[in-house]
């Protein structure tokens, strides 16, 4: 059965794994983005089928916006063009999640913001949780308990008491 041109909206396994051979590289998919999928070097590769039903790819345009920013790239999806962090899309592609990535920035270990090879890539915590901290005494004992965010402080308080509101 010959497939057809219209047909084909989502690159085929095949395509990819050629490409891989082709350019010695490995690609992960972007998530959010069928058409796009980022090597561990901080390549960002879009694959399309023009009307000729070959698949094309080509890499993705980097841009920056300041000279103190990081390299940017330019995503299209069913909703729009979005514009993304190429560290960002490499760092989640291949670094390991941390458990709660609100209190994590995204750092380059030897501050190239242009090199953005996940080897390069790593997870800190934020300055202000390592600087900053809640400290609370109990006032029965004395003892001083340290919390990195309000919301520890919180999980800690709903974990540890129960609060029941009553009418008198």
């Not at 999640?97 to 209190?103: F, L, M, N, T």
């Not at 242009?114 to 400290?135: M, P, R």
């Amino acid at each position: 059965m010959v497939e057809s041109i219209l047909t084909i909206t989502t690159p085929r396994p095949s395509d990819i794994k050629l490409l891989e051979e082709q350019q010695g590289i490995i690609l992960k998919p972007i998530v959010g983005f069928k058409d796009a999928w980022v090597s561990r070097c901080g390549k960002v590769v879009k694959l399309h089928y023009p009307l000729t039903g070959d698949a094309c790819y080509y890499y993705a345009t980097l841009t920056v916006r300041r000279q103190d920013q990081r390299l940017m790239v330019t995503l299209k999806s069913s909703e729009g063009s979005t514009m993304r962090t190429l560290s960002g899309l490499v760092a989640r592609a291949y670094l390991e999640a941390p458990k709660d990535p609100s209190r994590f920035d995204l750092i380059n270990i030897d501050e190239d913001r242009s090199n953005c090879h996940a080897d390069n890539l790593a997870w800190q915590l934020k300055s202000h949780t390592t600087n900053y901290y809640y400290e609370v005494k109990d006032t029965r004992d004395g003892s001083v308990m340290e919390f990195d965010t309000k919301k520890d402080f919180h999980d800690w308080v709903n974990k540890t008491f129960t609060f029941n509101r009553k009418k008198r």
